[in-house]
């Protein structure tokens, strides 16, 4: 895509997130966990397919793209499942499947107790715990990988038992139990495509991108309160340990955004379990820093429930944890480091390439 193209989907996101997204409107969707308003622009400027080849429908963002969108979403804290909604149309172009209107939400399991095809459809038993807004969807896009077998299936939500959740910044995270069988126009098996731990991967990285946004806006309002605030006389700003603590703040903001960029671009082009781990990991380990800091810098201020400090620093927190957690893609990073062996190590950590 075209430098000029990717500007202009971003010019046309920000206003509508901008007046979409006041703290008020955030603070009434905690009650729901969703806002159907700012639901219903998305899908009519056709953002909810973003990821889909333009030839089945979509606007055929790469994952870079796709992020730097995402980033403005996490900026705003945009109460919809967007993220889940794009990777859940994608998977379902991968597949050939047909797409259908509505919100789409997405999930990955490989602890199935059925998972069957037969001459009416395809058995399938499960539970799925904290599903992205599941009771909002119209519809649930899962990859089953059970013995060697993946299958990408469309749920409608009458074949869901949906019991209601919410994280710690107020978004819907359900668990479903799952006890149907599919018609075959609903499933495919897949031979290519995406395993489940790629697909993980893949929304740890969307994941990710929110968060990077996320952690921008903090940091431009601390800066901001900051420069407003006076304490004896002087702004805040003027104390130097308040500027340490914000370079800080700004340099863990830096390199959470670079993580992920650098992540996107690679997996864009081929498997990259490293760079999306580093990614992660590195988003994981700013929220934590980032928020401590942001909440000393306003002090009590940053703690009442008017304040929009709040609204960033409480995503951040639920979300380092979902699609995995920092422990869990240090792990992850950890296998891949030790796969490369040891004549391998200084290379891979020093190279520099670009695979565009």
Not at 111 to 126: I, N, S, V, Y
Not at 244 to 261: G, P
Not at 299 to 324: I, K, N, Q, S, V
Request: aromatic share 6%; glycine share 8%; net charge negative.
């Amino acid at each position: 895509m075209s430098d000029d193209m990717r500007q202009m989907l971003l010019d046309t996101l920000l206003p509508v997130l901008a007046d979409h997204c006041t703290a008020e409107r955030v603070q009434a969707a905690e009650a729901g966990g969703f806002d159907a308003g700012l639901w219903q622009v998305l899908d009519e400027l056709g953002y909810p397919l973003a990821a889909v080849p333009e030839d089945a429908g979509g606007i055929g963002l790469g994952l870079a793209d796709l992020c730097a969108l995402l980033r403005l979403c996490g900026q705003h804290c945009a109460p919809v499942p967007l993220a889940e909604s794009q990777l859940a149309a994608w998977l379902l172009a991968r597949a050939g499947l047909d797409l259908p209107g509505g919100v789409l939400t997405l999930a990955v399991t490989t602890a199935l107790q059925t998972l069957q095809p037969g001459a009416t459809g395809l058995r399938l038993t499960t539970n799925l715990s904290r599903v992205a807004s599941a009771r909002h969807a119209d519809g649930l896009v899962l990859l089953a990988e059970h013995a060697g077998a993946r299958y990408v299936v469309r749920l409608t939500t009458d074949e869901l038992g949906i019991e209601p959740g919410n994280n710690l910044a107020g978004e819907a995270r359900d668990d479903v139990r799952i006890d149907t069988t599919v018609p075959p126009a609903r499933y495919r098996r897949l031979t290519q495509g995406p395993d489940a731990a790629a697909l993980e991967a893949r929304a740890a990285l969307l994941r990710a991108a929110l968060m990077s946004g996320a952690l921008q806006r903090v940091l431009q309002q601390s800066l901001d309160y900051a420069r407003e605030r006076r304490q004896f006389g002087r702004p805040l700003a003027a104390f130097q340990a308040i500027q340490q603590q914000l370079a800080i703040l700004a340099a863990e903001v830096v390199a959470a955004a670079a993580a992920v960029d650098h992540a996107a671009v690679l997996a864009g082009h081929g498997p990259a379990p490293d760079a999306i781990a580093v990614a992660k990991v590195r988003s994981g380990k700013a929220a934590g820093i980032a928020c401590r800091i942001a909440h000393q810098v306003h002090g009590a201020m940053g703690f009442t429930y008017e304040h929009r400090l709040h609204h960033l620093t409480r995503r951040l927190w639920a979300w380092r944890d979902e699609y995995g957690s920092d422990v869990y893609w240090s792990r992850i990073l950890g296998q891949e480091v030790l796969n490369w062996g040891a004549d391998q190590l200084w290379p891979r950590i020093t190279a520099v390439s670009d695979p565009r």
